[in-house]
């Protein structure tokens, strides 16, 4: 089963970039596809995970899963970012032990979010 990592491509992580310069959180973006995303990792960009005051964003979320949303990263933390990425697509439940993930998933954490339960659609 694939997992999705979105990317927050307008954080500027309080940064107020040039005209025609690319927002931190673009720069991440552009530094994780650089870095080779993992098969059954999808990297989507997003506009805002609504985490602004904690710098550059991501978020790891697939069906049935735990789901999380890290922050303060920059460009600098894109191999950490797919190597969390890659151990969530092994764990089964989205439950990656603490001990397995990469340091900046230990503490940046910044939302743990429940699988959303599936509910049977109404008899009509």
């Known amino acids: 089963m694939s997992v999705t990592l979105h990317v927050c491509i307008t954080c500027r992580a309080g940064q107020t970039p040039a005209e025609g310069e690319l927002a ?16 059954g990792v999808n990297v989507v960009p997003v506009e805002c995970l609504s985490a602004c005051s904690q710098g550059c964003s991501v978020a ?32 089964p439940d989205g439950l990656v032990p ?24 109404a008899a009509e």
């Not at 931190?24 to 098969?39: Q, W």
């Open 60 to 91: 790891l979320s697939a069906p049935g899963r735990w789901s999380y949303v890290y922050g303060r990263l920059s460009a600098d933390n894109a191999a950490d970012v797919i190597a969390g990425a890659s151990a969530y697509a092994a764990a």
């Open 24 to 39: 931190p959180g673009a720069r991440l973006h552009g530094a994780i596809l650089d870095a080779g995303v993992p098969d």
């Open 98 to 121: 603490w001990r397995s993930r990469p340091e900046i998933f230990r503490k940046q954490s910044l939302a743990r979010i429940p699988p959303i339960a599936v509910v049977p659609e």
